[in-house]
């Protein structure tokens, strides 16, 4: 009897130190996708290994212990309980050693998604999203919005007309380089295109489009057309992350 327990005994140490020579360290950092100067602290940092771990980046950094494998890291910062960054990311661990990885955050893309903090998710919400009714719905919502901005780009080609040239506007006009040629087309802008344009310049030159929606007074279609059309004037640049936009004004220093 003695003898088997000491034979139990020395598997379990057995099987402790070759899941301990066998584990590998993966560490990094966490930066906020605008900032890659500062690491962004409290954001919170989960990997689905068995079991699950997670920890609270006070310092702006994060450490786990694997084991090889398959794993999915997602990290969410929240601020006043509403989820403001969020990141997900795919890491194979294919050997023991030392892993350094860090993980760029960037605003959340699902509007589901955004008020994570203060909200309880329930069957019914499960249910409402697995009804066809919603699809049919978006389906139809979409391919409205899809006839609408081809008639609008359609129109906006036609009325680029090329009209007679006068004596006063053949006259050789000075050639505008730089901020000068950013602020002739600034000048040429509609009204409701110029508060737009100023709005993102106030906002730093670098924003969201959900930002945007939240400062102006005007329906996502609308915005989502104006954008396109600052785009189509060399003004901004839009860059497509996930579900959002993120814009940022050209020769923007």
Do not use: C
Not at 137 to 150: A, E, K, M
Not at 178 to 187: I, L, M, S, V, W
Request: aromatic share 10%; charged share 30%; no cysteine.
């Amino acid at each position: 009897m003695v003898k088997i327990k000491a034979g139990l005994i020395i598997i379990l140490l057995s099987a402790i130190l070759t899941s301990g020579v066998h584990a590998a360290a993966l560490h990094g950092t966490i930066y906020e996708w605008s900032d890659f100067e500062k690491p962004l602290k409290n954001a919170i940092v989960e990997v689905n290994s068995t079991p699950l771990q997670y920890t609270v980046s006070t310092t702006g950094t994060y450490s786990f212990n694997l084991s090889p494998g398959n794993y999915s890291i997602r990290a969410k910062y929240y601020r006043n309980n509403i989820l403001e960054y969020a990141a997900e990311e795919e890491m194979i661990i294919d050997k023991e050693g030392d892993f350094i990885h860090d993980i760029l955050l960037f605003p959340p893309t699902d509007p589901e998604d955004e008020m994570l903090g203060d909200i309880n998710l329930t069957k019914d919400i499960d249910m409402v999203n697995d009804s066809g009714i919603n699809d049919y719905f978006s389906f139809i919502l979409v391919f409205v919005l899809l006839i609408i901005l081809f008639f609008y780009f359609l129109w906006k080609k036609k009325s680029r007309i090329i009209e007679p040239v006068s004596n006063e506007s053949a006259k050789i006009q000075p050639i505008k380089t730089g901020e000068n040629r950013d602020e002739a087309k600034r000048e040429e802008l509609p009204a409701d295109l110029k508060d737009l344009y100023d709005l993102i310049l106030g906002m730093g030159g670098r924003t969201t489009q959900k930002e945007i929606r939240k400062k102006i007074a005007f329906s996502e279609a609308k915005v989502s057309l104006m954008i396109a059309d600052l785009e189509d004037r060399g003004l901004i640049k839009k860059i497509r992350r996930g579900r959002s936009n993120i814009i940022i004004a050209e020769n923007k220093k």
